[in-house]
C-alpha cells in the first residue's frame, strides 16, 4: 500500500476534467433575521478529500456545516450530496455525522456506550453493535478505557470517545465543527496527524471548520477561505500562502507585508512605485495595467535581513531593528522604515549565532527577489 504521504501528494481530483464533485453547493444563501450568515455560495468538494473550512468567527462557515448536516436549511440554493438533493431530508437520514465542538458526551455513560449510542437507536443487533464498538475502541486507541465514564478521561480521550462515536455509524461525510480547540497547544498538534491518517484510513470525507490556520494547512487537501459568508479562495494549502487570490487572504493565512502601490512598468520585468517613491521590480505583475493601483505581498521568510545593503538584491529597504521575537527555531525581526512603516523578516536559526547578532536600534537593510512576492489587485 503506498504510504499516506505519497498518495496525499497525487490526491487532486478537483485536478481532474472527468472527476465528478461529491458535495456541491448551489447559490446558498442562509439569512438569520437581517442577518446574512452564507451569501449565495457555490462550493464543490469532492470524495475522499480532507477539507477545510477556514474563517473568523462570524464568517458563515460553521452555518455552512449545519446546513450541510441538515441542522439548518438554506433560505435559497440546494445542497447536493453524491448527486441526491438534501433539501428535506432531515439529519438522521442523511450519509453524515457531525462531531460537535463541546464533544456532547453522555456523562453517566461509560465509553462504550457513549459509542454505541447512535447504533442503539438506529436497531442495530446486539452482537453487532458490541463487534462495532470493539472496532472503534480499537481505530482510536481506547481499548482500555471502556468502561470508564468521561469525567475520569483527559480532553484528548474525550475528544477521540466523540470521533469514535461519530464513526461508529459509518457515515460517507464526517463533520468536524472546532474538533480540537479544546486541546492544548502539543496535543493538539498530535491529533491533527492522528486525523490525517484516520481519514486515509477509512476512505471518509472529511470536512472540518477552524479558525486555525496552522490546523487547516495541516490535515487538508483544500482549504476553502471565507469572510461575511462568502467564500474568497479554494486551493491548496501551498496555494492558498504561495498565492493569496487578494489582501484578506494574504493578510489571514500567515504574515504578510504588504506595499501599496501603482505598477509603472508590466511584462515580465514589471516595475511598482509605492507611496514613499520607492520602485520594487517584481517578476510578474499578473493581470495588472500601467497605472494600475496594487498590492505587493512578501512573506516575512522571503525577506532577508542584514547589516550592510546586499550588493545583488532586487528590492532593498532599510530601517531599526524595533522587536525581535526570538522563537528558538526562528528569529523575527520588525524593523521600522524612515517613513515609519514596519516590514517583518524572519531568519531560520539554522546555526548557533550567539555573536554579532543583530539587535534592538541596530540599523539593518531587509531585501528580497524580484520574484519573492505577488501581486494583488484587490
Not at 113 to 125: H, S, T
Not at 187 to 197: A, H, K, N, P
Not at 329 to 346: E, F, P, Q, W
Amino acid at each position: 500500500m503506498a504510504s499516506l504521504g505519497s498518495t496525499r501528494r497525487t490526491f487532486a481530483p478537483w485536478a481532474d476534467p472527468a472527476a465528478k464533485p461529491y458535495i456541491r453547493f448551489e447559490n446558498v444563501t442562509k439569512r438569520f433575521g437581517d442577518f446574512t450568515a452564507v451569501d449565495d455560495l457555490s462550493l464543490t468538494i469532492y470524495e475522499r478529500e480532507f477539507f477545510a473550512l477556514l474563517g473568523a468567527s462570524g464568517c458563515g462557515k460553521t452555518t455552512l456545516l449545519r446546513m450541510l448536516g441538515g441542522f439548518e436549511q438554506p433560505t435559497s440554493g440546494r445542497i447536493f450530496l453524491d448527486g441526491q438533493d438534501m433539501k428535506g431530508i432531515p439529519p438522521y437520514r442523511r450519509p453524515v455525522n457531525m462531531m460537535f465542538q463541546s464533544y456532547a458526551l453522555f456523562p453517566h455513560m461509560t465509553v462504550e456506550a457513549n459509542i454505541a449510542f447512535g447504533l442503539k437507536q438506529d436497531g442495530m443487533p446486539k452482537p453487532q453493535i458490541a463487534e462495532r464498538v470493539g472496532q472503534m475502541l480499537k481505530l482510536v486507541k481506547l481499548e482500555q478505557f471502556a468502561k470508564r465514564k468521561p469525567q475520569q478521561l483527559s480532553g484528548g480521550q474525550r475528544q477521540r470517545v466523540a470521533l469514535a462515536r461519530s464513526l461508529a455509524k459509518r457515515p460517507k461525510v464526517l463533520l468536524l465543527d472546532e474538533p480540537l480547540a479544546a486541546l492544548d497547544k502539543k496535543l493538539r498538534e498530535e491529533t491533527q496527524f492522528e486525523l490525517v491518517d484516520l481519514q486515509y484510513e477509512l476512505g471518509l470525507t472529511f470536512i472540518v471548520v477552524t479558525h486555525d490556520q496552522e490546523e487547516a494547512m495541516t490535515m487538508a487537501d483544500r482549504i476553502a477561505i471565507m469572510d461575511k459568508g462568502k467564500v474568497l479562495q479554494v486551493a491548496t494549502p501551498a496555494e492558498v500562502y504561495e498565492a493569496p487570490s487578494c489582501r484578506f487572504v494574504a493578510d489571514f493565512v500567515g504574515s504578510i507585508n504588504t506595499f501599496e502601490g501603482s505598477v509603472t512598468k508590466t511584462g515580465s520585468a514589471a516595475r511598482i512605485r509605492d507611496r514613499s517613491g520607492t520602485e520594487f521590480r517584481v517578476a510578474d505583475a499578473g493581470e495588472a495595467a500601467a497605472g494600475d493601483t496594487v498590492w505587493l505581498a512578501v512573506r516575512p521568510e522571503k525577506l532577508s535581513i542584514s547589516r550592510e545593503r546586499p550588493a545583488d538584491a532586487a528590492n532593498a529597504l532599510d530601517g531599526e531593528i524595533w522587536d525581535i521575537a526570538y522563537l528558538g527555531d526562528m528569529t523575527v525581526y520588525n524593523v521600522k522604515l524612515d517613513d515609519g512603516r514596519i516590514v517583518k523578516a524572519s531568519t531560520i536559526n539554522s546555526i548557533r549565532r550567539l555573536e554579532d547578532a543583530l539587535t534592538w536600534h541596530d540599523r539593518a537593510w531587509v531585501s528580497f527577489s524580484a520574484d519573492a512576492g505577488v501581486v494583488l489587485t484587490r
